[in-house]
């Protein structure tokens, strides 16, 4: 079993810092399995939709079913984010754009080495953020155990506006870092 599929199995067990830990693990790839995608659907829709199904899943006792394999969890995950992609460009009638592909084998790295100056970096365009999306970025990782509404209402949010403040931090972010000669693309893959 890999450590991926360990998490996933202690959530299971209703182990939410677990549960918790496996979605920081498979969200990169998740959303690097949805990039055929980008062009007909909202991706970031579809990863916040797919980790929602997987808690479901992962707390629903009486479902029975279990998942097998290495990665068995990722897998299922991607392959439940492209079906939810395919849905979503169906509907939109934007389906022209997907690639008839199978689905990829992405693999799940450990841990890259941490590098001293890329927090120092990330602290820094973090403070330059403008002020609600920075504050909407900042409560979601203060309040990670928490569901989205919680954290938008203890900001005097609607969901919505939450979510595009979260969005809007993560682009702003990302520019800043490019600015400062991060190489996003590098990380991200």
Same mark, same amino acid.
């Given at each position: 079993?890999?450590?991926?599929?360990?998490?996933?199995?202690?959530?299971?067990?209703?182990?939410?810092?677990?549960?918790?830990?496996?979605?920081?693990?498979?969200?990169?790839?998740?959303?690097?399995?949805?990039?055929?995608?980008?062009?007909?659907?909202?991706?970031?829709?579809?990863?916040?939709?797919?980790?929602?199904?997987?808690?479901?899943?992962?707390?629903?006792?009486? @479902?029975?079913?279990?998942? !097998?394999?290495?990665?068995?969890?990722? +897998?299922?995950?991607?392959?439940? /984010? #492209?079906? *939810?992609? &395919?849905?979503?460009?169906?509907?939109?009638?934007?389906?022209?754009?997907?690639?008839?592909?199978?689905?990829?084998?992405?693999?799940?790295?450990?841990?890259?080495?941490?590098?001293?100056?890329?927090?120092?970096?990330?602290?820094?365009?973090?403070?330059?953020?403008?002020?609600?999306?920075?504050?909407?970025?900042?409560?979601?990782?203060?309040?990670?155990?928490?569901?989205?509404?919680?954290?938008?209402?203890?900001? @005097?949010?609607?969901?919505? !506006?939450?979510?595009?403040?979260?969005? +809007?931090?993560?682009?702003?972010? /990302? #520019?800043? *870092?490019? &600015?400062?000669?991060?190489?996003?693309?590098?990380?991200?893959?």
């Amino acid at each position: 079993m890999t450590e991926v599929d360990e998490r996933f199995a202690a959530a299971r067990d209703g182990n939410r810092a677990a549960f918790s830990d496996w979605m920081g693990r498979v969200e990169r790839p998740i959303r690097l399995s949805l990039q055929p995608f980008a062009r007909a659907v909202d991706v970031e829709g579809v990863v916040q939709e797919t980790l929602m199904r997987m808690w479901i899943f992962a707390t629903d006792a009486e @479902s029975g079913r279990d998942l !097998t394999g290495d990665n068995a969890s990722l +897998r299922f995950a991607i392959g439940m /984010a #492209r079906n *939810l992609a &395919r849905n979503e460009a169906r509907r939109n009638r934007r389906e022209q754009y997907l690639p008839h592909d199978e689905l990829p084998d992405v693999p799940v790295d450990p841990d890259p080495p941490p590098d001293p100056g890329l927090r120092q970096a990330i602290v820094d365009c973090l403070k330059r953020l403008a002020r609600r999306p920075r504050e909407a970025l900042e409560a979601r990782l203060r309040m990670h155990d928490d569901h989205d509404r919680v954290i938008a209402r203890s900001l @005097s949010m609607t969901l919505n !506006t939450f979510l595009q403040n979260v969005v +809007r931090a993560r682009q702003q972010l /990302a #520019r800043c *870092l490019e &600015r400062r000669g991060v190489p996003l693309r590098e990380l991200l893959s």
